[in-house]
């Protein structure tokens, strides 16, 4: 699984993400092309090396989906 997008920003505690799913070898599709691939998410920095990004509501099989980055 993948995900393709960019971070805005909201402030100074959190970001927003706007993206794209993606499966296996599949070229993500634009922002905007549908429900089934479309992401967003709110980004925030846990530490100067931890990042979150939650995904309320995604389409697929939960309520909430995390995402995070550790170095």
């Keep these: 699984q993948r995900t393709t997008g960019r ?4 402030g100074e505690k959190r970001a927003i993400y ?3 799913f993606s499966v296996n070898d599949e070229k993500a599709k634009p ?3 549908g ?8 980004a925030f920095r ?6 979150r990004i ?3 509501a ?3 099989e ?8 550790k170095r």
């Design 7 to 10: 971070f805005f920003d909201d």
């Design 18 to 20: 706007l993206g794209s």
């Design 31 to 33: 922002y905007g092309s």
């Design 35 to 42: 429900a089934e691939s479309d992401q967003v998410g709110y």
């Design 46 to 51: 846990n530490s100067a090396t931890e990042w």
């Design 54 to 56: 939650e995904f309320p």
């Design 58 to 60: 995604p389409y697929y």
């Design 62 to 69: 939960s309520k909430l989906d995390i995402m995070e980055f």
